[in-house]
């Protein structure tokens, strides 16, 4: 499942920041393909905003994808669009739910992901922070904390279908920020997995310059 739902406020543009062009192609596009490269098989779950169903439909018809691919109409919060999204799932799948611009993602975390899914129900990617970190409190005050304890999640976040499917169907609550922490108040526990640091999230226009960079990097290797 990809959710591309965003919008392009922080990127100061009117288009959605899933849309814009990064070497060449809309940043959908690049994502979806790391996917179909690291599952020819695999069945797409595309969430995203009706106004942009159609840019969204041309994407996958340039892949060659509509055939394995289904459009779902996101919802009012991160939540409810995978909500959505989900009532599209088999079961005794392997969910990956991915942010649409994470458009750097490799095949190879991906295939990562879905192999410990498989045998241990999930796979949530995360890195390590490489930056001193503190906590702050009601009171304005803050505190460091040891940052070899932190780390950064990233998606695809990953779990076996009989895992995920039963986790939403619990109310939406303030502190499920993603998948990983809907399971978790639904009683199952998670399971890290090694991410990427390039694995990086398009929110700003300098994440754009960084990855054409990395792209650019790639395709001369």
Not at 68 to 74: A, H
Not at 205 to 216: G, K, Y
Request: aromatic fraction near 6%.
């Amino acid at each position: 499942m990809i959710t591309a739902g965003g919008s392009g406020s922080r990127m100061g543009t009117e288009l959605p920041k899933q849309f814009l062009l990064l070497h060449g192609k809309p940043v959908l596009w690049h994502t979806i393909r790391a996917f179909r490269e690291a599952y020819a098989d695999i069945h797409f779950i595309l969430v995203i905003p009706a106004a942009h169903a159609e840019a969204g439909k041309a994407i996958l018809e340039e892949l060659n994808l509509t055939a394995q691919s289904v459009l779902v109409e996101g919802g009012a919060t991160r939540f409810h669009s995978v909500q959505n999204g989900l009532q599209k799932v088999e079961p005794g799948s392997i969910v990956f739910v991915h942010d649409g611009v994470r458009c750097l993602v490799s095949p190879d975390l991906i295939k990562r992901c879905g192999e410990q899914a498989a045998t241990r129900g999930s796979a949530v990617p995360a890195v390590a922070s490489a930056d001193s970190i503190r906590i702050t409190d009601e009171q304005g005050g803050h505190q460091s904390i040891d940052r070899n304890r932190v780390r950064i999640i990233q998606t695809p976040q990953t779990f076996q279908s009989n895992i995920i499917l039963p986790a939403f169907q619990q109310a939406c609550r303030g502190e499920f920020t993603d998948e990983a922490t809907v399971v978790e108040a639904a009683g199952t526990p998670v399971f890290l997995i090694e991410g990427d640091y390039r694995n990086l999230k398009i929110t700003r226009p300098a994440d754009l310059l960084v990855a054409e960079t990395i792209l650019q990097e790639r395709a001369a290797q």
